[in-house]
């Protein structure tokens, strides 16, 4: 297994970086998530736009091109070889002498096996809410400290996730986006998350009998939906089947599983689409 560090390749047992870096001293960094099928980069494009926008957002600067990182990532999936596979991207605030003043970001790319599962659950997850608002929700940080302090919360809960709201108002689940189904709409917040890209694919969905809606809704809007579904890289459009101990809807998922056959559709044709040739081949 081989992770690439600042452009070089290295055995997983040999790859390190220092302790005086930004991401240890001070949380500092960023990081982008995508996955690999049948080693191909699923909407690279999209994940590489919004990764050079997080890196703008926190002054950070990527030392490689865009080219030159798609590249980057080809390589180390060329080495690896493993077909089903998510990628991370990482950028560090880099060594700091004073372990507070950001000099030259460090470029990790991480790639691990992913299990792709395309059939849905009848059951699907059960999520916990918590008032919560991420900073700088708009950018992919590597600042996950309230999801992973609240680890417990979520098994005290018999849940499986947490679900942001601020002060009622719905956002996001730390590493997803969140939609409910009515009747007639498919709603998904739109102020203060993240915009995913597999949330992006799923608002561009042509879906009879249903609009989709970004706008703020409540807690008791969720428990009261006909349906409820996350939205990620690794999970697609994927059911919720209880939210604060509340089921939703008949547990049956007839509109999520629709979205998600269409949503697997589009990546399969994204599968198709070839990028420029490597640069130095």
Do not use: W
């Not at 996955?35 to 919004?50: C, M």
């Not at 596979?85 to 691990?112: A, C, F, H, R």
């Amino acid at each position: 297994m081989y992770i690439s560090i600042n452009n070089e390749l290295y055995l997983k047992e040999d790859a390190k970086i220092s302790v005086s870096d930004l991401s240890i001293q001070r949380g500092y960094g960023i990081f982008d998530f995508l996955k690999t099928i049948n080693n191909k980069p699923i909407f690279i494009e999209n994940y590489l736009d919004r990764f050079y926008n997080s890196a703008r957002e926190m002054n950070l600067e990527v030392e490689l091109n865009r080219e030159q990182l798609r590249n980057s990532i080809q390589k180390l999936i060329e080495k690896n070889d493993i077909p089903n596979s998510g990628i991370k991207i990482i950028l560090t605030g880099g060594y700091s002498e004073d372990g507070y003043t950001m000099i030259k970001p460090n470029l990790v790319i991480i790639q691990t096996p992913l299990d792709i599962n395309e059939i849905l659950p009848e059951q699907g997850i059960a999520l916990v809410s918590y008032n919560h608002q991420r900073q700088l929700p708009h950018v992919k940080t590597i600042d996950y400290l309230q999801a992973i302090r609240l680890q417990k919360f979520v098994r005290e809960n018999h849940a499986d996730d947490l679900l942001y709201h601020n002060n009622g108002l719905v956002r996001e689940c730390p590493r997803a986006n969140f939609f409910i189904i009515t009747d007639s709409e498919i709603i998904t917040a739109k102020n203060e998350i993240l915009n995913g890209i597999t949330r992006s694919k799923i608002l561009s969905l042509d879906l009879p009998n249903h609009t989709f809606a970004e706008r703020d809704f409540t807690l008791a809007e969720v428990y009261n939906a006909k349906e409820a579904f996350i939205s990620s890289s690794t999970k697609n459009a994927f059911p919720i089947y209880k939210v604060d101990g509340k089921l939703i809807g008949d547990g049956k998922n007839e509109i999520t599983s629709r979205i998600n056959e269409k949503l697997l559709a589009l990546i399969a044709l994204d599968q198709m689409v070839e990028y420029m040739p490597l640069a130095d081949k």
